[in-house]
């Protein structure tokens, strides 16, 4: 029996592996590693499928310094600048996106986090989309306190969004104007005040194989069970636009670890997707079963349609 297969038994029979193992994961034969990811995708998530859409609620002049993010005000990128989006045009897009079948809709905004003026306003839109609209309500708000969480949650809404985006290691590396513990935090604070939250990572940034590892652990010790995987996009004027993007086998692989690592979770393709020649495809068969579709915040995404087309054919229920 190889490695893979003894691991996906041990995880079936209801275990847990080491870091250890996932390390040995890394080097097993590829399409077995594949192949056995989606095994255990289907014996603990069936072919339910998780699709999300988000708007951009405020976009760009950011106080933090990510240096992959278009919107950080320490870079000279093209990227749109606007405050807060009224509650109309949010209310507008939910709409949309709930009349072709989507059933999870996710408002981001930028910056370290929304003041508290900027949280009531939110507030009130999540409340009206709520009233008007089918839908369920994500937020990415930034590194708020339990106080705003529980504000959020009475309005309505469902879920926070906040991506731990690296491992503890490597996070010093990414972004100096806040740190990990501040998004453990946060994650924590929003769990406090009764929300479920959103956080997984960008892959890409100069991490080791460690990193990526250590960012999934981090994830299962904190009980997150949505996980978006982010594949870099390099954007000209960012201190990483000129790092070479990984290929399809590399988001597979990840993908397919993660999932021995998170047997249960709703592991989520995100921001990068697009830069896939497959658009994902390869991924969903390996133990990915979650999406962003729609527009991608600061990137081209693709079209909600011909996501739930793909879907479809390869057995998902959305």
Same mark, same amino acid.
């Given at each position: 029996? @190889? ?15 080491? #870091? ?6 890394? !080097? ?9 990811? %989606? ?16 708007? =951009? ?48 809709? /996710? ?17 009130? &839109?999540?409340?009206?989309?709520? !009233? ?21 949650? %009475?309005?309505?809404?469902?879920? *926070? ?17 806040? @740190? ?12 406090? &005040? +009764?929300?479920? *939250? ?24 904190? +009980?997150?069970? /949505?996980?978006?995987? =982010? ?15 990984? @290929?399809? !086998? ?23 997707? +697009? ?11 390996? +133990?990915? =079963? ?15 349609? @011909? %996501?739930?087309?793909?879907? #479809?054919?390869?057995?998902? !229920?959305?």
């Amino acid at each position: 029996m @190889t490695v893979t297969e003894q691991l996906k038994e041990k995880i079936w029979d209801g275990g847990r592996i080491t #870091r250890e193992e996932a390390a040995l994961l890394y !080097e097993e034969p590829f399409e077995e590693l594949c192949l056995k990811a %989606d095994e255990i995708r289907r014996h603990f998530c069936g072919n339910d499928f998780d699709l999300c859409t988000i708007i =951009n609620g405020k976009s760009g002049r950011c106080s933090e310094d990510c240096k992959y993010c278009a919107q950080s005000a320490y870079y000279h990128t093209p990227a749109e600048e606007y405050p807060l989006l009224d509650t109309a045009e949010i209310v507008r897009q939910a709409k949309y996106n709930a009349d072709r079948g989507v059933l999870r809709y /996710s408002v981001v905004t930028s910056g370290r986090a929304l003041a508290d003026w900027e949280v009531d306003r939110m507030c009130e &839109a999540v409340r009206t989309v709520r !009233e008007q609209v089918n839908i369920k309500v994500c937020v990415s708000f930034g590194l708020l306190g339990e106080e705003q969480f529980r504000k959020i949650k %009475d309005a309505g809404a469902v879920r *926070v969004h906040n991506n731990l985006e690296t491992s503890r290691r490597n996070f010093q590396n990414v972004c100096t104007t806040h @740190t990990f513990e501040d998004k453990v935090n946060a994650i924590k604070a929003a769990k406090a &005040a +009764g929300l479920s *939250v959103c956080s997984g990572g960008i892959m890409g940034l100069g991490e080791t194989v460690e990193d990526r590892i250590d960012m999934a652990f981090s994830l299962r010790e904190l +009980g997150i069970r /949505s996980v978006p995987v =982010n594949m870099l996009n390099p954007i000209p004027g960012t201190p990483y636009g000129d790092h070479t993007r990984l @290929t399809v !086998e590399d988001m597979r692989r990840i993908v397919a670890v993660y999932r021995f690592i998170l047997p249960d979770a709703a592991i989520r393709l995100a921001g990068g997707r +697009g830069l896939m020649a497959d658009k994902g495809e390869g991924c969903f068969r390996s +133990g990915a =079963n979650a999406a962003i579709s729609g527009d991608m915040l600061t990137t081209a995404g693709y079209t909600i349609e @011909t %996501d739930l087309q793909m879907l #479809r054919r390869l057995g998902y !229920e959305i």
